[in-house]
């Protein structure tokens, strides 16, 4: 079995754009969408550290489940920087944001 051409990984990496399952960061990604996506690997940690379900993560940020459920599988696309800080807030009250 040999390895698929460009234009088939191609047609895959477009089908897979489309699936809603963990989203991974691209290896050329933005240094804003690493941040984000931090972000979102913080609240996944919090969530698992703390034994807590998407729905009671969800209860405890106030936003619904289906936003948990986006941001545990790193759909930072769906966020704004700002609501995602917000958010991080609430799990860690005593960060310092530092811009260079």
Do not use: W
Not at 39 to 46: D, G
Not at 63 to 87: G, Q, V, Y
């Amino acid at each position: 079995m040999s390895f698929p051409d460009k234009s088939k990984l191609k047609k895959m990496r477009e089908k897979l754009e489309k699936v809603d399952g963990f989203k991974m960061l691209a290896p050329d990604a933005k240094e804003l969408d690493r941040f984000r996506f931090k972000i979102c690997q913080e609240l996944l940690k919090y969530a698992q550290k703390k034994q807590m379900k998407d729905i009671e993560m969800a209860e405890y940020l106030e936003i619904t489940k289906a936003d948990m459920s986006r941001i545990f599988n790193h759909r930072i696309d769906k966020f704004s920087t700002d609501k995602l800080l917000k958010l991080y807030a609430k799990i860690n009250p005593n960060y310092k944001l530092k811009v260079s």
